[in-house]
Structures are given as C-alpha cells and as structure tokens.
C-alpha cells in the first residue's frame, strides 16, 4: 500500500495539456518497467502507455490512440514517472492508473502494484 501515488489530474479543455505524476517507492522504481492505464466509464482498463524498467533502457511505447500526444518519462532522481499529455481530446476522459510491471516479448503485463487512480476530465 502507497507504493505508488499519483498525481496531477484535473479537468481541461478540449486541445490542452496535462501532466500525471506517479511517485513510487526506490524499490519498485529501480526495478520495474512503468505503465500508465486509464478506465473511463463502463470501459475496461486499457494501457496507453509503458516504459521499460531502467536497466533495460527505458524505451517507451504508447497505444494508437495517444501516439503522438502523450509522452511517458522517468526522473530518476524523484523516482517518478509521468505522463505528460496534450492536445486532449474529450475521449481521453478516464480515470489514470499508473502500475508497475514487466515486459516480456514486448507486451507490458501489470503486477498488483498499482496506485489509487487520478481523475482527468476534457470537457469545454
């Protein structure tokens, strides 16, 4: 519990920027790959994006549909990954989960560390 807390949701017009913040103990941090999810109403949980784990030089992929508008990156020295999103659009509404996983044969599969989940709304 608390290993992983995000941050930085909030509500945000159609076309602008956010940046979601997940600070997770030193443990997990150095060891795990990264990944954000998101879950909007009556949808399942989809990953829209993930970072491999340091060691395996934090080489990131994204979900079709935010490729090219989110950017997933670590601090190192904060032990944070974020998730720095723009160009929002109204279907980006969910609720983020950042969790850390693993990655085998390029697939990120999730563990139970995950955080609470941070609200992020795009509506005008």
């Known amino acids: 519990q608390g290993q992983l807390v995000e941050s930085g949701g909030g509500l945000v017009q159609p076309g602008g920027s956010l940046r979601l913040s997940c600070a997770a103990s030193?443990?997990?941090?150095?060891?795990?790959?990264m990944g954000w999810y998101r879950q909007a109403p009556g949808k399942q949980r989809e990953l829209v994006a993930h970072?491999?784990?340091?060691?395996?030089?934090?080489?990131?992929n994204y979900a079709d549909s935010v490729k090219g508008r989110f950017t997933i990156s670590r601090d190192k020295a904060k032990n944070t990954v974020y998730l720095q999103m723009d160009s929002l659009k109204p279907e980006d509404t969910a609720v983020y989960y950042c969790?850390?996983?693993?990655?085998?044969?390029?697939?990120?599969?999730?563990?139970?560390?995950w955080g609470q989940g941070t609200q992020v709304t795009v509506s005008s």
């Open positions: 969790n850390a996983g693993t990655i085998r044969g390029g697939v990120f599969r999730s563990t139970d560390y």
């Open positions: 970072i491999s784990s340091i060691i395996s030089g934090d080489s990131t």
């Open positions: 030193g443990s997990i941090f150095s060891i795990y790959a």
